[in-house]
């Protein structure tokens, strides 16, 4: 019954902007936040950002503060992750999941998300 389907990743320029979408069922947004993730072969996962349930507010990883901005619509089921300014090093596949109510940094927090989208690729390359 809960989903997270990601979307909107591509091929993309150095420096050009891409919006990755989340979409959830089986659930409501004003319960659960909402994180997105990133995976790139041989590497870690990182947290990217998170966006709260009970505000909207957001939390970013220090290497796409000022260049991602996560935002939801509630209504929707949609949460999204507009990223500008586009590196190489951006290149990952990026997931998006579920955690109840809050967001925080700190440590690795995937092991508190307990649903997981299928991941969508972001490649940034001239």
């Known amino acids: 019954q809960v989903q997270l389907v990601e979307s909107g990743g591509d091929l993309v320029q150095p420096g050009g902007s891409l919006r990755l979408s989340c979409a959830v069922s089986?659930?409501?947004?004003?319960?659960?936040?909402i994180g997105w993730f990133r995976q790139a072969p041989g590497k870690e996962r990182e947290g990217v950002s998170c966006?709260?349930?009970?505000?909207?507010?957001?939390v970013y990883a220090d290497s796409v503060k000022g260049r991602f901005t996560s935002s939801r619509d509630i209504a929707k089921n949609l949460v999204y992750l507009q990223m500008n300014s586009l590196r190489p090093e951006d290149t990952a596949v990026y997931y998006c999941?579920?955690?109840?109510?809050?967001?925080?940094?700190?440590?690795?927090?995937?092991?508190?998300?307990?649903?997981w989208g299928q991941g969508t690729q972001v490649t940034v390359s001239s």
């Open positions: 999941a579920r955690k109840l109510v809050f967001c925080a940094l700190g440590h690795d927090e995937g092991p508190l998300y307990d649903y």
């Open positions: 966006i709260s349930a009970s505000d909207g507010s957001t």
């Open positions: 089986g659930f409501t947004l004003d319960l659960y936040a």
